[in-house]
C-alpha cells in the first residue's frame, strides 16, 4: 500500500510569489490536514479537509489556504509568501480519527 | 498550561532502555501519539493509544498513559543507534477540532 506522497519535495521561491502544494493521501482515505513545521514555532496545524470539505483550521493567516479534490488529493497554497513562510510542510492522512501518517514533507524556501 | 511538554534532549547508552516523557494538556483528549522523525524527512507514526487505555506494547516500544496526571511516556527497550532521532509526543483534543497538538520534541542520542 502506497504511503503519503507530497511534491514537491523542495521548493525555493522568491518573496511575494505565490506557491502551491499537492499531498496524494493513502488510498482510501478521505482525511487530509496539513502542517507547518518550523524550528522556532515547532509543528503547528494548518488546516483539516475531509470527502472535500474544510473542516478545522489553525491559526493561521488567510493567505494560507487549501482544498481537496473528489479523488481525496489536496493542495495547499500560499500567496504572498514572506521570508517566514520557509518551512517544512506536512500532509497527514487519516482513515478516521485515529492513525495520522504523514507524508515526507515539501520543504518551502523563500528568498 | 496550553502546550504538549516534552524533555528537549535523551542521552542514553546503546543497549539501555530509553524513557521519554511527555506532558499533555487536555483531560478529554482522545487519542496520543509517538512519532519519531530523523533528520530531513517527515513524521513516522510509531505507535498510538486510545485514552481509556494505559499502557501498549509494540516490540520494542511500550507506552504508558497516566490519565490523572495528563503524563504519557514511551520506552524503546535495547535502544540502538538507528533509534536516534527526534520523537514527538502528540495528543488529538476532544472533538478533533484542531488536528494534532504536538510537543516540541525529544532529541534522543545514543551513546556508544
Known amino acids: 500500500k502506497a504511503g503519503v506522497t507530497q511534491t514537491p519535495r523542495y521548493l525555493i521561491k522568491t518573496r511575494g510569489q505565490q506557491v502551491t502544494l499537492s499531498c496524494s493521501p493513502i488510498?482510501?482515505?478521505?482525511?487530509v490536514s496539513w502542517y507547518q513545521q518550523t524550528p522556532g514555532q515547532g509543528l503547528q496545524f494548518l488546516f483539516e479537509?475531509?470527502?472535500?470539505?474544510?473542516?478545522n483550521k489553525g491559526n493561521f493567516p488567510g493567505r494560507f489556504s487549501g482544498r481537496q479534490f473528489s479523488n481525496s488529493r489536496s493542495e495547499m497554497n500560499v500567496s504572498t509568501l514572506e521570508l517566514g513562510d520557509s518551512a517544512l510542510y506536512l500532509c497527514?492522512?487519516?482513515?478516521?480519527?485515529?492513525?495520522?501518517?504523514f507524508g515526507q514533507g515539501t520543504r518551502l524556501t523563500v528568498v | 498550561g496550553e502546550d504538549v511538554e516534552q524533555s528537549l534532549f535523551l542521552s542514553v547508552r546503546e543497549g539501555d532502555s530509553s524513557v521519554i516523557n511527555c506532558t499533555y494538556t487536555?483531560?478529554?483528549?482522545?487519542?496520543l501519539y509517538w512519532y519519531k522523525q530523523e533528520p530531513g524527512a517527515g513524521l513516522q507514526l510509531l505507535t498510538y493509544?486510545?485514552?481509556?487505555?494505559d499502557m501498549k506494547q509494540d516490540q520494542r516500544l511500550t507506552v504508558l498513559l497516566n490519565k490523572k496526571d495528563k503524563h504519557l511516556s514511551l520506552r524503546i527497550a535495547d535502544t540502538q543507534t538507528g533509534d536516534s532521532a527526534i520523537y514527538f509526543c502528540?495528543?488529538?483534543?476532544?472533538?478533533?477540532?484542531?488536528?494534532?497538538?504536538f510537543g516540541k520534541g525529544t532529541h534522543l542520542i545514543i551513546q556508544p
Open positions: 488510498s482510501g482515505h478521505r482525511s
Open positions: 493509544i486510545f485514552s481509556n487505555m
Open positions: 487536555d483531560s478529554s483528549s482522545t487519542y
Open positions: 479537509y475531509f470527502s472535500e470539505t474544510q473542516r
Open positions: 497527514a492522512s487519516s482513515l478516521a480519527n485515529r492513525e495520522a501518517f
Open positions: 502528540a495528543e488529538r483534543r476532544g472533538g478533533g477540532a484542531d488536528g494534532l497538538t
